[in-house]
């Protein structure tokens, strides 16, 4: 079973706290999840972050999630993404200081997928996972085409027409899950199977 420890580093507006989920072999890789909008009160906490570092864990992988700055114990104030960018590179930092250059997959929901998609641009990680980004809400990057992309087809706050539009132009294939909302409730398997699904017995 994955062991899960807590950990803190030092990023641009000062202290980040989060957890690692240790897998029970030699990782493979590291997944670093980022959460939803904090002004929502998205936190390390959310179920679908948590849903995806265990699942990244299952897989072999050192995943790690983290509040960022402003959020919990993590020191600063929300930065409406340019600082949030900042503070997911600085956990890759530190799990690459920790576990050493292992490839690389950067995951969010929602805000957080926002934010991993501009970091990706930065990090150019071996993969990119974004369930529910936030398309519309905030101005999404182009991403990889190989990311893996999972929406609801009902999502009340980021409409998947909003999504479909913004995938067209780079020919992005998108994981929808029939009547899913934003929150994925009930749903959260489905997203553990989709990415077990998407990774086991691959190159990451």
Do not use: C
Not at 144 to 171: C, F, I, K, Y
């Amino acid at each position: 079973m994955p062991t899960l420890k807590t950990f803190s580093t030092t990023g641009a507006a000062g202290n980040l706290e989060g957890i690692i989920h240790l897998p029970d072999i030699a990782p493979r890789a590291i997944a670093v999840v980022a959460h939803p909008l904090p002004t929502m009160g998205g936190t390390m906490e959310n179920k679908v972050v948590t849903t995806l570092a265990k699942t990244f864990a299952e897989l072999g992988l050192v995943a790690l999630r983290f509040n960022f700055r402003g959020v919990g114990a993590s020191d600063g104030a929300f930065d409406n993404g340019p600082g949030e960018v900042e503070d997911v590179l600085a956990v890759v930092h530190h799990a690459q200081q920790e576990y050493g250059g292992l490839p690389l997959v950067l995951s969010g929901f929602s805000f957080g997928a926002y934010v991993q998609a501009r970091a990706a641009q930065h990090l150019h990680p071996h993969r990119l996972v974004l369930v529910a980004p936030a398309v519309g809400h905030f101005a999404m990057p182009p991403v990889p085409h190989n990311t893996l992309l999972v929406h609801g087809e009902l999502d009340e706050v980021v409409p998947l027409a909003d999504v479909l539009q913004w995938a067209r132009p780079q020919h992005l294939p998108i994981v929808v899950l029939p009547g899913a909302g934003h929150f994925f409730h009930g749903r959260l398997g489905q997203i553990k199977q989709i990415v077990l699904h998407e990774f086991d017995g691959q190159r990451i």
